[in-house]
């Protein structure tokens, strides 16, 4: 069965964004990642992010201070931060904090919610079995392809206003159990838990297990 269509989302607010990027993380499992364009809409639920901590997370493309590129993780809560990596694929990343103190959130899967057919068509994927949506939205490139997240597009746009086209609400859905994982896909700060999942859900991008929360 597919997943039941979300009417009712209410965008969040920018003091939901700055605040510590664990925080952040956690919080943001089972809210709304929504694509608003003239003819569609796309919906998916957030099960699986990762926490990217500032100045003192060697992992953090902030780390190193502020450049051109990573700017955007030092300005206002709540606004996207779009990377290009391995040469082939976007990832979204939302900022965190107050302005001038880095923090970023990196979400890594989602549930698709509405808009199934757009999604398929983006991924050039055919979604004949139930096993199929996985492929949409399970993984940092997926999901980005998916809602057609582009740096170009959508670097710094604003994830709390609806009307600018990508944003993130919530409609009242609180995960039962939440799983906290060692980050994937990093050689740097590798053993930090700050890998946040949706515990059992199947869209969860990776296999990687830690302890429950």
Excluded at 79 to 87: K, L, P, Q
Excluded at 110 to 117: A, F, N, S
Aim: hydrophobic letters at 40%.
């Amino acid at each position: 069965m597919r997943p039941p269509r979300t009417t009712s989302i209410r965008p969040l607010t920018r003091d939901f964004f700055e605040r510590k990027p664990r925080r952040v993380a956690r919080e943001l499992l089972g809210k709304i990642l929504v694509r608003e364009e003239k003819h569609n809409r796309l919906t998916a639920r957030i099960v699986e992010v990762e926490a990217y901590l500032g100045a003192n997370d060697p992992a953090a493309h902030s780390a190193a201070g502020q450049t051109l590129r990573n700017a955007v993780l030092f300005g206002p809560p709540g606004h996207a931060y779009i990377y290009f990596i391995y040469g082939n694929h976007y990832c979204l990343n939302v900022s965190c904090e107050p302005a001038g103190q880095a923090g970023g959130v990196l979400f890594r899967a989602l549930e698709p919610i509405e808009g199934i057919e757009v999604m398929a068509r983006a991924r050039g994927v055919a979604v004949a079995t139930e096993r199929d949506l996985r492929k949409l939205t399970s993984g940092p490139g997926r999901l980005a392809e998916a809602f057609g997240i582009t740096r170009a597009r959508d670097n710094g746009v604003d994830l709390t206003w609806p009307r600018s086209g990508l944003w993130i609400g919530q409609d009242g859905f609180k995960p039962r159990s939440i799983r906290i994982t060692p980050r994937i896909g990093i050689t740097k700060a590798a053993d930090e838990l700050l890998r946040y999942i949706i515990d059992g859900n199947p869209f969860v991008s990776g296999t990687k297990l830690g302890s429950k929360s």
